[in-house]
């Protein structure tokens, strides 16, 4: 887990992606840890974007906390940018600090 008394720095995992074509399979979903870069996102939290994807079911929070946990961050933040009516966003158990941010207008 994280410590109460220490900051951590957040990475967006778009600024994280080892190939820029890496773009046209979402890694800012944070779904696969092969495309992002290891060193930038060990220690740091790494913030995912929600996609369509995951109101379609390809892509999930476990999946994102385990992409975390495997490249060593220290937790994970998924922003949802764009509020879909068919989201939903049941708890979920996850082995890693998280959370999700449902309206992005409301976290300034």
Known sequence: GTHWNRTYSLVAANDAMLNSSEALYSSSDCQKPEGLNKKMVEG????????????????SIRKVSQTARSLGAAGFVL????????????????GIPGIVITDVSKSA
């Open 44 to 59: 740091r939290i790494l913030l995912c974007g929600y996609s369509f994807n995951f109101v379609m079911g390809s892509s």
């Open 79 to 94: 922003a949802v940018e764009s509020f879909s009516p068919e989201a939903r966003f049941d708890p979920v158990p996850v």
